[in-house]
């Protein structure tokens, strides 16, 4: 699916389904500001534990600071789902301002009847 938004950057999503895992990626376009910020995220996640960064992203939500609560979700993702997440950066040729950011995610579907009431 692609979405086109009225500021010209696109959104596109994919979605996969099989037996033993869901596999989604979204890409959309972010200013170079944005897209720093991000890799410094990710910098910061590939160096070190999901569970100590979630810990210290949620501390920043409760403590007012919002510019890294849009991460805590994908700690989450790692740390209660076991998914397995890549990263790519994109620097757009036309617009040397911008660039397109790829998050994929990998999670393992869990057999539930296989799983204590």
Same mark, same amino acid.
């Given at each position: 699916?692609?979405?086109?938004?009225?500021?010209?950057?696109?959104?596109?999503?994919?979605?996969?389904?099989?037996?033993?895992?869901?596999?989604?990626?979204?890409?959309?376009?972010?200013?170079?500001?944005?897209?720093?910020? $991000?890799?410094?995220?990710?910098?910061? =996640?590939?160096?070190?534990?999901?569970?100590?960064? =979630?810990?210290?992203?949620?501390?920043?939500?409760?403590?007012?600071?919002?510019?890294?609560?849009?991460?805590?979700? =994908? =700690?989450?993702?790692?740390?209660? $789902?076991?998914?397995?997440?890549?990263?790519?950066?994109?620097?757009?040729?036309?617009?040397?301002?911008?660039?397109?950011?790829?998050?994929?995610?990998?999670?393992?579907?869990?057999?539930?009847?296989?799983?204590?009431?």
């Amino acid at each position: 699916m692609r979405l086109d938004l009225n500021g010209g950057s696109r959104i596109a999503i994919h979605l996969e389904l099989t037996r033993e895992r869901i596999a989604v990626s979204a890409s959309n376009g972010v200013n170079a500001g944005q897209a720093e910020h $991000y890799k410094a995220f990710v910098e910061r =996640l590939v160096a070190g534990d999901a569970s100590d960064l =979630l810990l210290k992203q949620q501390e920043c939500s409760a403590g007012g600071d919002d510019s890294t609560a849009s991460c805590v979700g =994908l =700690l989450t993702m790692i740390t209660d $789902y076991g998914a397995k997440l890549g990263w790519r950066f994109d620097v757009n040729s036309e617009e040397s301002e911008m660039a397109t950011v790829t998050t994929s995610a990998v999670l393992p579907i869990i057999d539930v009847s296989e799983v204590p009431a």
